[in-house]
């Protein structure tokens, strides 16, 4: 029989892959395609033996997936040249062009070359190569060798090891992926919750003797009928998921990308319906499935450790009549407890929080609560107990954020709270929150109790002071759990929660003041974020208005503490100490205008005055050196800067008030988390240009800009910049900057414009704010008490957007004054007052406000 030429095998093999991909179009069966690419490939290898044989007494062995007969279309293929003895130079010659043949033929290969010492010894020093060696299938050459490999292997295995190993083994990825199912581009292979874990039990349970599928494991006591079926359609559905990624992109891809996201949801035929997106239900019933993965993991792998590991009868402690202790986890002492009696669900949370001692809930409970969930119906929503021991979980002095956690992960919040369960696993794309909608909320509930915990009070201060002589605490965490429960519906979702919550309070008893502060903090909780962020604290009138707003110190102190959570649990880019700051200033604002002292302009500036000239005699200057530099400063300096600024201006500029030199300064804020830059120079039409310029260059992000012209000309302006994500010294680049800017401006005065020393560093904008746009918007508004206009933007953020925004300032003749730089992770709303001519004009401010849109729009592209 003549022998096929390599050419040939790879055109038949490119045939059979297109026809197995065909069939799977057109009936939508994963493991129809998983199967028929491998019997592909084994023909294709198979055949390929005849013009590149193996090694004389060898055998060729499928391992790993492919060993285990799933093939993914543009997976590794995973082989094993099995020798009886260590390869003679020949040997080694003839694998090398069997391998290289592969490699021709469009196949990857992932091969090792080993005799069965060599496996038995790399078995033993690494648990993937034992993993891999379990699935191992006979392709070609001696059975008989792979046989007696097979047998070893199973002889050397040790259960107990094993399942330790791999348990280690799957923490540390799980830790990789942050230790969440829920991240916005999850591996749908090696994430939480994705086939990696499924494949696990699998593993385990086959070196635990009880079998190596579903359906033979199905047949022991270690899965019922329904969590058969659940895992068999995960399964399924993961499979399904891996099989369109590696077919959308052409290669070997499982993360499931922003990129991908739209395409994958048109693949699947998910259509837009009100509020959102295709791709966002996509990932909603992907994080469904991916939490009941997990669900069933922990379970499973909890089951399988106790029969591994079994402990003495007489180790089991008595709770209660219902609940009891087993290998230091809470189980019950009827199997069919929460059945008969479904108010035991929230009790047994409650008795995890009382006995700090339980490591989590027994395979027993687990299993049984996740079978009870659906037991959680109207009338069990409506029963006082049950809505008593709910507030009981919240009203703990520990343990409430593991208890919400385990509560969402079993499904038993979401079926409590309906609402909640609308917003599981939903996303957001609004470029700033890093997390799920759920996620999102259970990370401010974590905050808010870290607020309580003394280990923390060092990283919030403030925070810890204040909850620490706050009332009823726990009714916080009530207004975490709703305050973005209507996210996603349309319309207002601060107000929709606000109803939601007060509907939650009338079924739950609570009433009066603690109900009206609910409410007020679930529609109010974006206000104080909006207002220390995007207004003028200067501005008297500002703090009078947010004061009204507050009404008490109660309100106060609820919503600053919740604002700090809140902002903190959206994403780690978005928190920093500047931040904080501002939030810190309005809440002492405010408190002294509901103490009756009513913010006023001349009390604030002689304030502002007493505390600055107290620092500054600390420094050892003398009170007229002082005179001369605050001579030349008016009003709404003292206003928008604080003490502590002024003191630092001051003790640089006092003998340089008409330096024809620009003096630039910059220190470290916070804890090495932004760096705060001052320019005084000779003021110029092309200043701010200049100075954005340069921090565009060096891809340093402004984050506010104070800008302020003295009487005598000089341009006194402050900057709060951050580096990139991937610098973290403030303190080197502080004396970088000052050189690098310094001379920037020296040689802007002599209009011998240059680029920074060291090259440019720039940074595209993010995937996410490319698949995920947001629409540009620009509000002009004239300020009622000056002859000042107030510039509103928001658009995505990218490198540069504040210099290109400068620049059409500098066009149109428009000055800035102040402004206030938002960044929310990647979206910026950013608030600009603005003076000039052209801002007078119907028709030229009209093409300024183009201009603008024109701007942003370049920058959401």
């Keep these: 029989m003549r022998a096929p030429t390599v050419t040939l095998l790879r055109n038949q093999l490119a045939q059979r892959r297109n026809d197995a991909i065909l069939g799977f179009r057109e009936h939508l069966r994963p493991e129809l395609l998983l199967t028929a690419l491998r019997r592909a490939v084994d023909h294709t290898l198979r055949e390929l033996l005849r013009l590149y044989p193996l090694p004389a007494g060898s055998a060729l062995a499928a391992v790993g997936g492919y060993g285990r007969g799933e093939l993914y279309p543009y997976s590794d293929v995973d082989v094993l040249v099995l020798l009886r003895e260590p390869p003679s130079r020949e040997d080694s010659a003839m694998v090398e062009a069997l391998i290289a043949a592969m490699w021709d033929l469009g196949i990857e290969p992932g091969h090792s070359v080993r005799t069965i010492e060599d496996c038995q010894r790399e078995a033993a020093n690494d648990i993937t190569v034992e993993t891999a060696l379990m699935e191992a299938r006979w392709l070609a050459g001696d059975k008989e060798l792979l046989g007696r490999l097979c047998a070893v292997m199973r ?27 829920y991240a916005l581009e999850p591996n749908c292979k090696e994430a939480p919750g994705g086939l990696r874990d499924l494949q696990v039990v699998l593993w385990m349970a086959q070196a635990a003797g009880l079998g190596s599928t579903w359906r033979e494991i199905a047949r022991t006591d270690l899965l019922t009928a329904a969590e058969f079926r659940a895992l068999r359609r995960a399964d399924m559905a993961f499979k399904r998921l891996r099989i369109e990624l590696h077919l959308l992109t052409g290669r070997r891809e499982d993360r499931v990308l922003f990129d991908l996201q739209p395409g994958l949801a048109a693949i699947y035929g998910f259509e837009a319906v009100k509020n959102r997106r295709p791709s966002e239900i996509l990932m909603q019933r992907y994080y469904w499935a991916a939490r009941a ?42 199997d069919d407890g929460f059945e008969r009696n479904p108010a035991l669900l929230f009790r047994a949370f409650l008795v995890m929080q009382e006995h700090p001692e339980l490591v989590g809930m027994s395979a027993q409970a687990l299993r049984a609560m996740w079978h009870a969930r659906r037991r959680i119906d109207a009338q069990f929503r409506r029963n006082p107990v049950n809505r008593h021991q709910f507030l009981q979980i919240l009203q703990q002095p520990r343990g409430i954020v593991h208890a919400l956690r385990g509560m969402t992960m079993l499904n038993i919040l979401p079926r409590y709270l309906p609402v909640f369960r609308r917003i599981v696993g939903q996303m957001q794309h609004d470029l700033f929150h890093a997390y799920t909608v759920d996620q999102h909320i259970l990370m401010v509930v974590r905050n808010l109790r870290r607020f309580t915990m003394p280990e923390h009070a060092q990283e919030y201060p403030l925070a810890s002071q204040l909850i620490a002589d706050f009332d009823r605490h726990w009714l916080l965490y009530v207004a975490a759990l709703f305050h973005d429960i209507a996210k996603g519906r349309g319309g207002d979702h601060s107000e929709l929660g606000a109803q939601e919550v007060r509907r939650f309070c009338q079924d739950h008893g609570i009433d009066g003041e603690d109900a009206q502060l609910l409410e007020f903090l679930v529609r109010q909780h974006l206000t ?229 020393a060291g090259g440019v560093i720039r940074r595209s904008g993010s995937r996410r704010s490319r698949v995920f746009p947001i629409i540009p918007n620009v509000e002009l508004q004239p300020d009622e008490r000056s002859t000042s206009w107030r510039l509103s933007v928001t658009s995505a953020d990218r490198p540069g957007l504040l210099y290109s925004l400068a620049r059409v300032f500098a066009a149109n003749s428009v000055s800035l004054k102040m402004a206030k730089i938002l960044t929310l992770g990647d979206r910026v709303e950013d608030i600009f007052i603005i003076e000039g001519d052209v801002l007078g004009h119907p028709r030229a401010q009209l093409q300024f406000e183009r201009d603008i849109l024109a701007t942003l729009d370049s920058a959401s592209s």
């Excluded at 089951?303 to 189980?331: H, K, W, Y």
């Excluded at 002689?606 to 420094?619: F, G, P, T, V």
Aim: with cysteine; charged share 25%; glycine share 4%.
């Design 155 to 181: 002889e050397q295995m040790d259960a107990q090891t094993f399942f330790q190993a791999k348990r280690a083994e799957m923490q540390q990825r799980h830790a990789r992926h942050q230790d969440t199912p």
């Design 528 to 756: 104080m974020s909006m207002v220390a962020q995007k207004r003028d604290l200067s501005d008297p009138e500002i703090v009078r208005e947010f004061t009204r707003c507050v009404q008490n110190e109660r309100q106060l102190t609820a919503l600053y503490l919740l604002t700090v959570a809140d902002i903190r649990g959206t994403s780690p880019k978005v928190w920093n100490s500047w931040k904080g700051k501002l939030l810190e200033n309005l809440y002492h604002l405010t408190l002294s205008a509901l103490g009756g002292a009513q913010p006023d302009t001349r009390t604030v500036l002689a304030q502002r005055k007493e505390l600055a000239a107290n620092e500054i005699r600390l420094m050892g200057l003398r009170d007229e050196s002082r005179d001369a530099f605050w001579s030349q400063l008016d009003i709404a300096y003292f206003l928008r800067h604080e003490a502590s600024e002024i003191a630092w201006h001051t003790r640089h500029l006092y003998y340089r008030v008409n330096s024809p030199d620009p003096v630039v300064k910059a220190r470290v804020l916070g804890q090495n988390e932004a760096l705060q830059v001052m320019v005084y120079t000779k003021d110029t039409d092309e200043l701010f240009v200049t100075i954005c310029r340069y921090f565009d260059h060096r891809a340093l992000s402004i984050q506010d800009a104070r800008i302020h012209t003295t009487h005598h000309g000089w341009a006194l302006d402050s900057f709060i910049v951050l580096l990139p994500a991937h610098e973290k010294d403030y303190r080197s680049h502080a004396s970088l900057v000052e050189h690098e800017l310094h001379e920037q401006l020296r040689q802007a005065q002599d209009h011998t414009y240059g680029r920074p």
């Design 293 to 334: 993965v997990s669900q069933l993991n922990i379970i499973l792998m909890q089951s399988i450790e106790e029969l591994l590991f079994p402990a003495p009868d007489d180790q089991v402690q008595t709770i209660d009549d219902d609940f009891c202790v087993r290998r230091g986890r809470l189980g019950l002492r009827r």
